[in-house]
């Protein structure tokens, strides 16, 4: 869903494309080529396009350096907030990201328990303290920590062993989560990621933005995606 025009409501994404005459007509005809142009003169007319959409529902609210525990060293913190969300994405940055040159950046689907005591082959603090790891090493990059909604019966039936093949299948990261992650990864500046995963989908959910994945970097602590 994203906002209307006029603020007032919310419309599909995909109804709004298949909907619009003009686009419609450039599908029919075989001229998607065209689409782009109609898009930019549609926005001088008050449309708008999924990345001005998602822009408007990303803001930040907080930042500040802190120490963190496991490197002894010095990383920003800063915090978005979510129009729509009681959640707030926390974007963790070392060293300058605001560059042409490709940054290291995790893109860390959160889970308390797993996280904090418990990690899976595919989820948890194992890959997430490996990324900041590699980041340190580096001397700059991103992670992005998305938190959990708070479900921690979920949670835990996911940690099940005869449910973690199917959770591994059934990833609880979405497009919609990383096309707002994707807006604060821009807003901080970052062009081009190195993105440390060893889950291929999640480099198509970060594509917009000006942003670029030329390289990923798996985690080797990982046996299964994440």
């Given amino acids: 869903l994203v906002p209307t025009v006029d603020g007032r409501g919310r419309a599909v994404a995909s109804e709004i494309m298949l909907a619009n005459n003009a686009i419609r007509a450039l599908i ?3 001229k998607v080529h065209q689409i782009h142009n109609a898009m ?4 001088k007319a008050g449309m708008q396009s999924m990345d001005d959409s998602l822009a408007d529902l990303v803001r930040k609210v907080a930042e500040k350096t802190i120490r963190l525990d496991m490197t002894g060293t010095d990383w920003v913190g800063t915090v978005y907030e979510i129009l729509g969300e009681s959640r707030q994405f926390l974007a963790l940055r070392k060293g300058k990201v605001s560059t042409s040159e490709p940054v290291l950046c995790r893109v860390h689907s959160g889970s308390l328990i797993a996280d904090l005591f ?3 082959p595919f989820d948890g603090g194992e890959n997430l303290r490996e990324a900041i790891g590699l980041i340190e090493k580096a001397g700059a990059g991103v992670v992005l920590y998305i938190p959990p909604r708070g479900d921690l019966g979920r ?8 449910r973690l093949d199917e959770a591994s299948a059934a990833q609880p990261w979405t497009l919609r989560e990383f096309g707002l992650g994707a807006q604060v990864l821009a807003d901080l500046g970052v062009q081009q990621l190195r993105l440390l995963t060893n889950n291929q989908p999640k480099i198509a959910g970060l594509t917009g933005f000006g942003l670029k994945v030329v390289e990923r970097v798996p985690l080797v602590s990982m046996k299964g995606s994440a």
């Fill in 155 to 162: 949670e835990l039936d996911q940690l099940k062993p005869e």
């Fill in 118 to 120: 418990s990690s899976t």
């Fill in 40 to 43: 930019m003169s549609g926005r």
């Fill in 28 to 30: 029919r005809d075989g």
